[in-house]
């Protein structure tokens, strides 16, 4: 069966091999044990409360408790750009005209900045190919609204998620190499590496201030930017779905969209619900739909799946799924379809009271 759960400090070498997989282009999860091990300290430290909100940085495992395998991870970092900068290309247009000419002429431009400083982020998604089948990659994005539908006083009401950009099949960003590599003069995954290290200053030494035209960067570059990577096109559609939009906020390096939201409008947090934990004396009534259910427990968060759907304020879940989420008969639970749901009355599966 299938968990997921807050990570742990014994996550690390399961995290650094887990990350040694994903590429360029996420440079939240790079293979650095130095950095991944800082990472899971502070992780660690979020969910147990002993460091300020603002700091926090939930990360979240899902793990194969039949094998012991890690097969993905998420997080949540409670505000970006507090204590390094966060830099993002604002999509703007100015007007150039000229009415001795009869001209009148609209130009896109790039303009660097920090607008989303402070911004609650969704980051870190990756889901090991050995498990994507099913609705597993749904599930441990959705895992992490759960959590903010929990505990929404740590999170700002601006949330925002940095798409993986578009990359060549040769693992090259046409948007890096039609104008980062001006300015930068290295391949894009050293820029990537420093990045991800916290080395982030020569953003401001040599990047431009001044708005950038996008009609004088290469046709390569330009149609790429907005665009999301190909094994990212899931994740993004899945994002949209849940009340999260593009609003003209690119990543400097590849283009990648910004998508944002608030937290109060999600699906989610608008439709999950506290249920109270029954054991079941029966199997789960056929057709009924996939449901996220959780704890409500910061420190040992956990939340599986189950073909049980919540009625009358309470949800049956078998002995195994109650021992997975870490919880007994009669405790609390949050609950959300995993799908919105086109019957609402699907009848649960029966319970002991």
């Not at 895992?143 to 040769?170: C, N, W």
Request: charged share 25%.
């Amino acid at each position: 069966m299938l968990v997921v759960r807050a990570i742990q400090l014994n996550d690390l070498d399961a995290l650094l091999d887990m990350a040694s997989q994903v590429g360029s282009g996420m440079t939240t999860l790079k293979p650095d044990r130095t950095m991944l091990g800082d990472r899971v300290e502070v992780a660690v430290a979020s969910f147990a409360e002993t460091i300020a909100p603002e700091k926090r940085d939930y990360m979240f495992v899902m793990e194969d408790t039949d094998s012991g395998r890690m097969a993905g991870v998420c997080a949540i970092k409670s505000a970006v750009g507090l204590n390094e900068p966060f830099y993002n290309y604002r999509i703007g247009t100015l007007v150039h005209s000229s009415r001795e000419l009869d001209i009148f002429t609209r130009m896109e431009t790039l303009y660097l900045s920090n607008d989303l400083t402070g911004s609650t982020e969704l980051c870190s998604l990756f889901l090991h190919p050995d498990y994507r089948f099913g609705h597993n990659g749904k599930w441990l994005s959705k895992s992490r609204f759960l959590f903010i539908a929990q505990f929404p006083h740590v999170f700002t009401e601006k949330l925002i998620a940095e798409m993986r950009g578009y990359q060549a099949d040769d693992g090259s960003s046409p948007f890096y190499e039609g104008l980062g590599r001006h300015f930068f003069k290295m391949d894009f995954d050293h820029v990537d590496e420093l990045t991800a290290l916290g080395k982030k200053s020569f953003i401001a030494e040599l990047m431009p201030r001044q708005p950038l035209y996008v009609d004088y960067l290469p046709e390569s570059a330009q149609a790429v930017i907005g665009k999301v990577h190909r094994n990212t096109q899931p994740a993004r559609k899945m994002l949209e779905q849940e009340g999260m939009h593009f609003e003209g906020y690119v990543d400097i390096f590849d283009a990648g969209p910004v998508l944002q939201g608030r937290v109060s409008e999600l699906r989610s947090v608008r439709q999950s619900e506290l249920t109270t934990a029954l054991l079941a004396d029966g199997a789960p009534v056929a057709g009924a739909q996939p449901t996220l259910v959780s704890n409500t427990d910061m420190k040992n968060f956990r939340m599986i799946v189950s073909a049980s759907a919540p009625d009358g304020g309470a949800i049956g879940l078998d002995g195994a799924e109650l021992a997975l989420l870490g919880v007994t008969a009669g405790e609390q639970l949050r609950t959300l379809p995993l799908n919105a749901r086109k019957n609402p009355h699907v009848p649960a599966r029966r319970n002991n009271d």
